[in-house]
T-cell receptor
Framework: SQQGEEDPQALSIQEGENATMNCSYK?????LQWYRQNSGRGLVHLIL?????REKHSGRLRVTLDTSKKSSSLLITASRAADTASYFC?????????????FGTGTLLAVQP | NAGVTQTPKFRVLKTGQSMTLLCAQD?????MYWYRQDPGMGLRLIHY???????AKGEVPDGYNVSRLKKQNFLLGLESAAPSQTSVYFC?????????FGPGTRLTVL
């Protein structure tokens, strides 16, 4: 069963707008990661936030983590057409020694030029 | 560095045929993983390895076998392919934090 569930499943915005995607998970985690996948390609790591962190930034990306609500959000500011892709959250479970990740089902983001 | 590479990129099999997918990484990572990705299902872990000579089952291991004879290679085998194994297969390696993915193998089983 999936640990992470992304919301919304699909999102369409205009270039320049901000895009927000949410992820909810079920069990305690070591960290939560966000990945991007362009159509027909492999996943690319975007950002990792540890369980003791609440917010992290990387360029136009902002990730928040609320462990009490077991949820995370990814904000992409000033979106570009090139941001069109699927975005997945992935959780590394607490106490895991295998570095396994459990992926959600993803949010498909379409940025219209 | 080539990162994580996968061969082949595409393959069509008939039901009952066997094949091996090869994953190679040049980053000296201990951890390696095989996933399958199906529409609307995200990525599901098939098997993984925490080091040379080790393998373990993931979420959906049935119908697959793996081997990690060398640290840099992780092989995924299908002994008797079934149409339900039609999917895109991704290999990944891990540096203790993020995972690095290969470009994928698109497999169709007729």
């Amino acid at each position: 069963s999936q640990q992470g569930e992304e919301d919304p499943q699909a999102l369409s915005i205009q270039e320049g707008e901000n895009a927000t995607m949410n992820c909810s998970y079920k069990t305690s985690i070591n960290n939560l990661q966000w990945y991007r996948q362009n159509s027909g390609r492999g996943l690319v790591h975007l950002i990792l936030i540890r369980s003791n962190e609440r917010e992290k930034h990387s360029g136009r990306l902002r990730v928040t983590l609320d462990t009490s609500k077991k949820s995370s959000s990814l904000l992409i500011t000033a979106s570009r057409a090139a941001d069109t892709a699927s975005y997945f959250c992935a959780t590394a479970l607490y106490g895991g020694a295998t570095n396994k990740l459990i992926f959600g089902t993803g949010t498909l983001l379409a940025v219209q030029p | 560095n080539a990162g994580v590479t996968q061969t082949p990129k595409f393959r069509v099999l008939k039901t009952g045929q066997s094949m091996t997918l090869l994953c190679a990484q040049d980053m000296n990572h201990e951890y390696m993983y095989w996933y399958r990705q199906d529409p609307g299902m995200g990525l599901r872990l098939i098997h993984y390895s925490v080091g040379e000579g080790t393998t373990a089952k993931g979420e959906v291991p049935d119908g697959y076998n793996v081997s990690r004879l060398k640290k840099q290679n992780f092989l995924l085998g299908l002994e008797s392919a079934a149409p339900s194994q039609t999917s895109v297969y991704f290999c990944a390696s891990n540096d203790g934090g993020q995972q690095f993915f290969g470009p994928g193998t698109r497999l169709t089983v007729l």
